[in-house]
């Protein structure tokens, strides 16, 4: 939820100029969501319209249409993909909701949070299991073979990371992987499926894929890095997610790679610790040292590398756009 | 957890004898879930391997390949729908699992329960993408739809079943409509992908689904009496999981429906209750009435509508199986 709206905070400014050449289909891509989006149920009905209020930016429909768009021409079933796939984001944010006992513990007195917490994994569910129905609507079985395979490779990526947690001794290659797979694994498909449904070549495919893939890397980077700044920002009030999680985005990596032995030690400390206080002398640890910096430069670096795929694609309107997202996704902490 | 071990127990006898037509595809799809759930992360790995170990009877896999070899004769296609329906149950129980408020609170010493509760949503939804995902490496999206289909109604009668609780005024009606979804629909999903698979006539398709759904109806009602034996034979000292969570089955919407303005006060507010021990009285008026005994007639009722699809497909070893088990489902509890 958080990342969501920070996304749309980030991207909203840029939403309309960035979207225009595919405005039509995105359009339709949100009615058709709408549409599915629907029970006989009325308690069913108002869990999957919420759910559906939960997205933001529908930046995976836009890559599944631009590239589309990029490689040839949209057609409806880009449409439906793209619905398809922003189903399965919107999934994903849903199941990242399911309250954790600490929630539990907060909100106790205020709602019920059991029910909340096992309605969760069932819109999720319904969301997941929507979404395939949704592509086998296709003709073939390309693209509920080419997102099952996506969508697992993302729950993987995940269950990684929590696995990560607490582990100090992350190395930069097993943060890259995480990512890799948790956020770039999904922008691939989308870049991947809209090309493929263009019918471009095998080579155009891959490069949208290591495009979408990039990109998604360089923006799952500057995303820990805001979680990071916010904590910054408020001097230890509000703690950011993922150090409260002992969870080591690069920044961190970084700083605990550059420091001495001891400082290690010290900075290790401070990570395990429970206390806020001690939690928020990271910022000025990460003040001190390049961090920041480098996960910047390591963003851009990825983003880069989106942007030159994109630069390859035939000139047009939607090539142009995908190569606006390549810097936008780096420029947002700035 | 609890329904599977039940379910094991209650057909742990019969196993070798019923399923002895289909050994052979068994032992194939048990070898291709094996080799399926697996990752090349030791973390992801372990728990895969052990959502593999919940699963019990095998009864979805058994019913695609007993209905496909009644239909006609058993295919590659047929192990792997097999292996795919068996995932999907194995998901759904997982999901169960999401620890609720109250075991949280239960098992906070003892376990990293947060932990837990979030590796269960995510093991889950890899199951779930990679049930699709071996869907669709059949030759057509026609499993793909049907699954998707199947499984999206699967959640939306969960939630409404969610929904339900604490609902002491529930029909028997809409009881019936949420176990046909929640229950009944992928046991008529997994019947009638084996006969499409081995080439039956839609009419036979259709009758496989009528029996699927039908058994599993049958199987649910009689699943829910269970959960209300074992609070009457305990007297109290573990309240039945349905009780707790205020959940109405058969036996109960019958009691209700059976009793006098008056007395239906009195046991809403037993049933609404938070003491175990006013909660244990509700055993009390159930052997008064004829609520269990309502509720094993309507579950015959649907067993022998399973059974009669059953015996008018052509003679063999596999329909007499599908015989056998619309008999099983209702003398569990006798």
Known sequence: MKQATREQD??????????????????????LLRSELTSDD???????????????????????????????????????????????????????DVLDEASLRRHRETINARSDNEASVLVGDFLFT????????????????RIGHSTNIVCAGELRQIN???NFELTEAEYLSIIDAKT????????????????ASEAVEESLDRYGRNLGIAFQIADDMLDLVGDE?????????????????????????????DERVEIRELLASKSRADRSQIALWLERGDGMEYARQTARRYAD???????????????????????LVVSRQD
């Open 10 to 31: 980030a991207l909203a400014r840029h939403w309309k100029r960035l979207y225009a050449p595919i405005a039509d289909e995105l359009a339709a891509s949100e009615s």
């Open 233 to 261: 920002a408020s001097m230890g009030k509000s703690l950011g997610t993922d150090l409260e999680k002992q969870k080591l985005t690069l920044p961190l990596i970084r700083l605990l790679s550059e420091s001495s032995p």
């Open 164 to 166: 990560s947690r607490g």
């Open 305 to 327: 590398l989106a942007r030159v795929e994109a630069e390859a694609l035939p000139a047009g309107e939607a090539r142009d756009v995908l190569v606006s997202l390549s810097e």
């Open 42 to 96: 009325p308690f069913v009905d108002g869990l999957v319209k919420h759910a559906y209020r939960l997205g933001g930016k529908r930046l995976r429909p836009a890559l599944v249409l631009l590239a589309g768009k990029a490689a040839g021409k949209t057609s409806r079933e880009h449409v439906v993909l793209a619905t398809v796939l922003e189903m399965i984001h919107t999934a994903t944010l849903v199941h990242d």
């Open 184 to 199: 770039a694994e999904l922008c691939a498909c989308c870049c991947r499926l809209g090309g493929h449904y263009a019918g």
């Open 130 to 145: 929507h979404s395939f129905y949704l592509a086998s609507s296709l003709d073939t079985t390309y693209a509920c073979r």
